[in-house]
């Protein structure tokens, strides 16, 4: 079974720094990208930052400056959050397209955290 559990969200105050992991567990072959998204109540869900194996980086416009991803070895990865504003307010989802081993042999797929919440707010 594979997992992806997200870790350090909670409230900060507007110009705030918060630092987000993922860690992905389970019977993983490979895993090629990995990224941040977010929902805020009423909206769809959103690209945050996305990152690749070989270090390639893709960031929103909204974030650019402000935000920076990284990956902590094969399985983890981390976004740095600062100047933070009301509006970054979401719960933020890490995802990773991996390759993992199944009973029936190697598989791809996408996954999903359960979700952290981000607020800001004085």
């Known amino acids: 079974q594979v997992q992806l559990v997200e870790s350090g969200g909670g409230l900060v105050q507007p110009g705030g720094s918060l630092r987000l992991s993922c860690a992905a567990s389970?019977?993983?072959?490979?895993?090629?990208?990995m990224g941040w998204y977010r929902q805020a109540p009423g909206k769809q869900r959103e690209l945050v930052a996305t990152?690749?194996?070989?270090?390639?980086i893709n960031y929103a416009d909204s974030v650019k400056g402000r935000f920076t991803i990284s990956r902590n070895g094969v399985k983890n990865t981390v976004l740095q959050m600062t100047s933070l504003k009301p509006e970054d307010t979401a719960v933020y989802y890490c995802?990773?397209?991996?390759?993992?081993?199944?009973?029936?042999?190697?598989?791809?797929?996408?996954?999903w955290g359960q979700g952290t919440q981000v607020t800001v707010s004085s």
């Open positions: 389970g019977r993983i072959f490979s895993i090629n990208d």
């Open positions: 995802n990773a397209y991996l390759t993992y081993y199944s009973d029936i042999g190697v598989r791809s797929s996408d996954y």
């Open positions: 990152i690749t194996s070989g270090g390639s």
